[in-house]
């Protein structure tokens, strides 16, 4: 058995603990959500996840060492988030690897969150023995972030061996995350938070009835390739506030969702054929744009892969989607399984690999950073 990291991940609602050996294989991946306690507000409460990491931050290490089945001796290094994402929640993550480390006297390795989204695509791969062809483009798409990266080798050391790789951002949205506008979306059509995972059963629901409202691709000044999903948000405002008929249907969501009716099954019976038909009409556009400039950057970028991970990444038609113009395209495209696409420390302990092969380690002056670029 090679390098054991233990990865701790703090940075938005998530409290996650992971042991992965040589960046590769996964001990244990423990992941405690915070979504019931920020479900009520319709998004993430900063002070309340700050708050919920320190309750769960001790039994969630714990069972990921439990359930890897090792003691903190037998540790190599303890990796933690740095940034970006909300500076109290980092600072919980950060304050105990930091203690941690100190205390055991092991090397403290800091990871960037969108390196760990990147490094969760190569977990999911490795699962199979399968190796992610570099240079690749890589869209990190989810309620905090759509970007896209260049990901490159950094020297001859291949990144499945620790090799380090190095990060190009190419573009990214000049406002909503897409995961941002599924979330603002859903809560506008009275489908309750965190808005993805519902609209994306119900626009697989919506059948073939025409759309009640077209939306069209989105264009960005300056940068072509950058992202915007804000106007798309404000086009489905509109069009739900100038179609009276949806008043009644979205009251009668609400009303079950304080009732604690919030599954598919649920709301679908609650859902008419228009409002299924603009949900697909929204997913379709959201998809179309994400695919569209991806697939853009790789044929500039002359990429042998496509990347995709980000609890977005989750999104059954976005997944399709990459797969049927990839394949046209003569390229590979690999995502992580939903589990790995959404928050987790296991990426986090496979960033940190390349890291710690270099001795690339933090002292106990780490700080919390909500706004590390990544490069
Ligand atoms: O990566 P993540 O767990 O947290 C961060 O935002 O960093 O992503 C959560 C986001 C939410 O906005 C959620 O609505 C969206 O990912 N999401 C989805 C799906 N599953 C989760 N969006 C579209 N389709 C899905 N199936
Ligand atoms: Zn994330």
Redesign the pocket.
């Given at each position: 058995m090679g390098a054991r990291i233990l990865g701790i991940e703090s940075?938005?609602?998530?409290t996650a603990a992971a042991v992965v050996a040589d960046g590769r294989e996964i001990l244990s991946s423990v992941v405690a959500s915070q979504i019931d306690i920020h479900r009520k507000y319709g998004g993430v409460v900063p002070e309340l996840a700050s708050r919920e990491h320190l309750r769960q931050i001790v039994p969630v290490v714990r069972e990921a060492m439990t359930r890897a089945n090792l003691q903190f001796a037998d540790l190599d290094a303890i990796a933690v988030t740095q940034g970006p994402g909300l500076v109290g929640a980092l600072l919980v993550g950060i304050t105990y690897g930091k203690t941690l480390a100190a205390a055991l006297g092991k090397p403290l390795v800091p990871v960037n969150?969108l390196a760990g989204?990147v490094h969760a695509v190569f977990l999911e791969a490795a699962k199979t023995g399968r190796v992610a062809k570099l240079p690749a483009v890589c869209l990190i798409?989810?309620?905090?972030?759509t970007v896209l990266y260049e990901v490159k080798q950094q020297s001859a050391v291949p990144y499945e061996e620790g090799g380090e790789l190095t990060y190009r951002k190419i573009s990214q949205t000049r406002d909503d995350?897409?995961?941002?506008a599924?979330?603002k979306v859903?809560k506008l059509l009275g489908l309750g938070?965190?808005?993805?995972?519902i609209?994306?059963r119900l626009a697989a629901a919506a059948g073939d009835v025409p759309a009640p409202v077209k939306f069209g691709p989105t264009k960005t000044r300056g940068n072509a390739l950058d992202f915007s999903f804000s106007g798309l948000k404000t086009a489905v405002l509109y069009h739900v506030r100038e179609t009276p008929e949806y008043a009644t249907e979205i009251a009668a969501r609400e009303a079950a969702l304080a009732r604690g009716e919030r599954n598919f099954e649920q709301l679908l019976p609650l859902c008419s054929t228009k409002t299924l038909a603009l949900i697909r009409e929204f997913?379709n556009a959201v998809v179309r744009d994400l695919v569209e400039r991806t697939l853009v950057a790789a044929s500039q970028l002359h990429a042998e892969s496509i990347l995709v991970s980000?609890?977005?990444a989750?999104?059954?038609q976005?997944r399709t989607s990459f797969e049927e113009r990839a394949r046209a395209a003569g390229l590979e495209v690999l995502f992580p399984s939903?589990a790995l696409?959404?928050?987790n420390a296991a990426m986090i302990a496979a960033a940190a690999y390349p890291r710690f092969c270099v001795c690339a380690f933090a002292d106990t002056s780490l700080n919390a950073d909500a706004g590390l670029a990544l490069s």
């Open positions: 940075s938005c609602d998530e969150h989204h798409v989810s309620g905090g972030h995350a897409a995961g941002e599924y979330d859903a938070y965190p808005g993805g995972p609209l994306d997913q980000g609890g977005v989750a999104n059954s976005l939903r696409s959404t928050d």
